[in-house]
């Protein structure tokens, strides 16, 4: 069994930088890690996502050269840097985890979830 526990959201500025942290615990080895969100009215996202090694990273294109995904296996952590943040990027975050890279930038790929962090970005 993994739990996932997200923290670091709240309200920032247009233009502004937050840091997301996902605290993991359990069966946590080998396992990708990835954030998802979900705006008001629409679908769960994909995010960005890290191999187990973090020598491979994933990006939604929306998030590209904005976001930067790391872990601290040591720490059991993985963050999300969120940099130059856009009003459209308010949304619930969610903390993923899934054994397998199969399926890793969809919602129904990762299996298991943290209960998410709001982040708010006013204009």
């Known amino acids: 069994q993994v739990q996932l526990v997200e923290s670091g959201g709240g309200l920032v500025q247009a233009g502004g930088s937050l840091r997301l942290s996902c605290a993991a615990s359990g069966r946590t080895f080998s396992m990708y890690g990835g954030w998802f969100r979900q705006a008001p009215g629409k679908e769960r996202e994909f995010v960005a996502a890290?191999?187990?090694?973090?020598?491979?990273?994933y990006y939604a294109d929306s998030v590209k050269g904005r976001f930067t995904i790391s872990r601290d296996n040591a720490k059991n952590m993985v963050y999300l840097q969120m940099n130059n943040l856009k009003p459209e990027d308010t949304a619930v975050y969610y903390c993923?985890?899934?054994?397998?890279?199969?399926?890793?930038?969809?919602?129904?790929?990762?299996?298991?979830w943290g209960k998410g962090t709001l982040v708010t970005v006013s204009s």
């Open positions: 993923a985890a899934s054994y397998s890279s199969r399926g890793i930038g969809r919602a129904d790929g990762m299996g298991y």
């Open positions: 890290i191999s187990w090694g973090g020598d491979t990273t």
